[in-house]
Nanobody, 126 residues
């Protein structure tokens, strides 16, 4: 069984930074990477913003490229998301995810795949 616990969300002004952290327990090393999704207010879907694969390769959603950085500490079994130059459009609940199958840029909430944390709220004020 895999458990994911996110931390680090909060309220920040536009242009500010936040660092999210996800602590994983259980065996995740056989899984196909770890990623961060977000669910904006009123949306019934989660959007993949960043992923780091087992080998260390990363990929980002276009709107966060150059602003967000995903990193992983295999010894601590954690994955972090450094978020810089935040805008109000980044306001969402951010979720950590891992899975042993393919990744999708959009996950409808009625069909969520893999393992999820409880989420952490990020609010960016203008």
């Amino acid at each position: 069984q895999v458990q994911l616990v996110e931390s680090g969300g909060g309220l920040v002004q536009a242009g500010g930074s936040l660092r999210l952290s996800c602590a994983a327990s259980g065996s995740t090393f056989s899984f196909n990477g770890m990623g961060w999704y977000r669910q904006a207010p009123g949306k019934q879907q989660r959007e993949l913003v960043a992923i780091i694969y087992k080998g260390g390769t990363t990929n980002y959603e276009d709107s966060v490229k150059g602003r967000f950085t995903i990193s992983r500490d295999n010894a601590k079994n954690t994955v972090d998301l450094q978020m810089n130059s935040l805008t109000p459009e980044d306001t969402a609940v951010y979720y950590c995810n891992t899975r042993d199958g393919p990744w999708y840029w959009i996950e409808p909430t009625w069909r969520l795949r893999g393992y999820w944390g409880q989420g952490t709220q990020v609010t960016v004020s203008s």
